[in-house]
């Protein structure tokens, strides 16, 4: 590996140095690692929960910002408020109901880390451990971690490798994922990335205007503590709608119950597939003050649709604050607690199996 692949920070847009990331941990050391790609993307990440700490990409005027809300030292994202920022997340990303669950005759406890549920992996899921760095290039870094059998309770040994790879031929970041097991158990890996695609600042602006579609006919509701029913229900009739162009706070505060569970949207979208596994659009957000059109592209079946609702105006990178409601997430997956659905697409993996999926954001100019 060629740790020289970077520019020095002080040249980076993103202004995050390398000191500033650099800590031992669990053995390991952190750092911080900026990928560029030929359009001037420029995308910084920490193998400390393979936390995205910004990305860089031009307005329709051609100003650079950053549109991802995270932090400027390994301090603040190992204290920060919201521990999953921008991070990767697993064993298992959204909620699992009482953190139980029966695989192969067997029942598992997890941690209760979100009211009576266990969340994103735990507390010291993916997003809370060091990764080992495998290759690295300018526009590309691959990490590694191995979870051991019964880490959060979960079953098997399991191995990961994700990566971050920028393409060159526009603006888009690719994530990767791959994970092996000896043991059967369940995987269902996410990137937590909160978006805000006017640009974090101080305060980071509301993301009510940003123009959304949704390329879903359906979605999972969910019970007042955000656990699935067991049903899918069409969007149809419903602000859960977003097959034609809506803004985000057009029909966020309506008197809905799925509304009011969540404060706010906070639910996994079916999406559309013509067949399960293929790479395809699953939403776009346009943010019209900048111009900036974020597409997300996904092999998963569901996509998480969150809206920051319960961000606290915490502090970020370079002073800047992070209200209620100022990001958006997409948060490509299996639906929450499928353990407890067997008629929810499956998140088991058996050893012999490989585990693999592929989210890409791509950032361009609206119309």
Same mark, same amino acid.
């Given at each position: 590996?060629?740790?020289? /692949?970077?520019?020095?920070?002080?040249?980076?847009?993103?202004?995050?140095? $390398?000191?500033?990331?650099?800590?031992?941990?669990? /053995?390991?050391?952190?750092?911080?690692?900026?990928?560029?790609?030929?359009?001037? *993307?420029?995308?910084?990440?920490?193998?400390?929960?393979? !936390?995205?700490?910004?990305?860089?990409?031009?307005?329709?005027?051609?100003?650079?910002?950053?549109?991802?809300?995270?932090?400027?030292?390994?301090?603040?994202?190992?204290?920060?408020?919201?521990? %999953?920022?921008?991070?990767?997340?697993? =064993?298992?990303?959204? =909620?699992?109901?009482?953190?139980?669950?029966?695989?192969?005759?067997?029942?598992?406890?997890?941690?209760?880390?979100?009211?009576?549920?266990?969340?994103?992996?735990?507390?010291?899921? %993916?997003?809370?451990?060091?990764?080992?760095?495998?290759?690295?290039?300018?526009?590309?870094?691959?990490?590694?971690?191995?979870?051991?059998?019964?880490?959060?309770?979960?079953?098997?040994?399991?191995?990961?490798?994700?990566?971050?790879?920028?393409?060159?031929?526009?603006?888009?970041?690719?994530?990767?994922?791959?994970?092996?097991?000896?043991?059967?158990?369940?995987?269902?890996?996410?990137?937590?990335?909160?978006?805000?695609? !006017?640009?974090?600042?101080?305060?980071?602006?509301?993301?009510?205007?940003?123009?959304?579609?949704i390329h879903a006919d359906f979605y999972v509701p969910v019970n007042e503590v955000s656990i699935p029913?067991?049903?899918?229900?069409?969007?149809?009739?419903?602000? *859960?709608?977003? =097959?034609?162009?809506?803004?985000?706070?057009?029909?966020?505060?309506?008197?809905?119950? /799925?509304?009011?569970?969540?404060?706010?949207?906070?639910?996994?979208?079916?999406?559309?597939?013509?067949?399960?596994?293929?790479?395809?659009?699953?939403?776009?957000?346009?943010?019209?003050?900048?111009?900036?059109?974020? $597409?997300?592209?996904?092999?998963?079946?569901?996509?998480?649709?969150?809206?920051?609702?319960?961000?606290?105006?915490?502090?970020?990178?370079?002073? #800047?604050?992070?209200?209620?409601?100022? #990001?958006?997430?997409?948060?490509?997956?299996? %639906?929450?607690?499928?353990?407890?659905?067997?008629?929810?697409?499956?998140?088991?993996?058996?050893?012999?199996?490989?585990?693999?999926?592929?989210?890409?954001?791509?950032?361009?100019?609206?119309?």
């Amino acid at each position: 590996m060629d740790n020289n /692949q970077n520019q020095p920070c002080g040249e980076n847009l993103c202004m995050l140095n $390398k000191e500033d990331f650099s800590k031992k941990i669990q /053995q390991k050391e952190t750092q911080l690692f900026v990928l560029h790609n030929a359009k001037g *993307m420029e995308v910084a990440v920490t193998n400390y929960g393979c !936390a995205i700490l910004a990305i860089m990409v031009p307005d329709r005027e051609g100003h650079m910002a950053n549109v991802i809300l995270g932090h400027d030292s390994i301090d603040h994202v190992i204290e920060s408020p919201e521990p %999953f920022l921008s991070t990767t997340i697993g =064993r298992y990303g959204n =909620r699992i109901a009482n953190g139980s669950f029966t695989l192969e005759g067997k029942t598992y406890q997890l941690a209760i880390n979100n009211g009576p549920n266990h969340l994103h992996g735990g507390p010291t899921g %993916f997003h809370a451990r060091v990764w080992d760095v495998v290759e690295q290039t300018a526009d590309s870094i691959t990490f590694s971690y191995t979870s051991a059998d019964g880490e959060e309770g979960f079953p098997g040994n399991l191995k990961v490798e994700m990566s971050y790879r920028l393409k060159s031929d526009c603006n888009a970041l690719v994530i990767e994922y791959k994970a092996e097991t000896d043991k059967t158990t369940l995987v269902n890996l996410t990137n937590h990335g909160f978006f805000n695609l !006017a640009g974090i600042g101080n305060p980071s602006p509301s993301v009510h205007n940003n123009l959304l579609t949704i390329h879903a006919d359906f979605y999972v509701p969910v019970n007042e503590v955000s656990i699935p029913t067991g049903e899918i229900r069409s969007v149809s009739g419903t602000p *859960m709608d977003f =097959r034609t162009p809506h803004t985000i706070g057009e029909r966020i505060d309506d008197d809905f119950d /799925q509304l009011r569970f969540g404060k706010g949207y906070d639910h996994t979208y079916v999406l559309n597939k013509r067949e399960a596994g293929e790479l395809s659009l699953g939403a776009e957000c346009y943010e019209p003050n900048s111009g900036r059109l974020m $597409k997300f592209y996904t092999t998963e079946p569901g996509v998480q649709l969150y809206t920051g609702n319960w961000l606290g105006s915490f502090a970020g990178a370079h002073g #800047a604050t992070f209200p209620e409601r100022s #990001a958006v997430c997409f948060e490509a997956q299996r %639906f929450p607690d499928t353990p407890n659905h067997p008629h929810f697409p499956s998140a088991t993996l058996h050893p012999g199996e490989t585990y693999r999926q592929t989210t890409v954001y791509e950032f361009g100019i609206g119309e």
